[in-house]
């Protein structure tokens, strides 16, 4: 799906609940639609490739430790040529 087919999608969701809040507007619905609309967009987003901060952070740090190893292997072999 092209990212403006996605786009106009989450914006007619939007608009289908926005809709069926102008009809009955209490708190506890709005939390319960806010935190559907929150997963939706989440889903969204991932699907266009984006990932979340905390995902981020976790791929980064694991990319951080890998470079690392490898490095270190690097000198180990560089040690063992020397040999």
């Given at each position: ?15 289908d609940?926005?809709d069926?809040?102008?009809?009955d ?5 709005i ?10 967009f ?22 951080q ?9 690097e ?8 040999k």
């Open positions: 799906m092209a990212a403006k087919d996605s786009f106009d999608a989450f914006v007619s969701i939007l608009r609940k926005i069926g809040f102008s009809e507007a209490n708190e506890p619905n939390k319960i639609i806010q935190n559907e609309l929150k997963d939706r989440d889903d969204l987003v991932k699907s266009q490739g984006y990932v979340s901060i905390e995902e981020y952070e976790a791929l980064n740090g694991l990319a430790r890998l470079e690392q190893r490898v490095s270190k292997l000198e180990l072999l560089e040690q063992s040529k020397t």
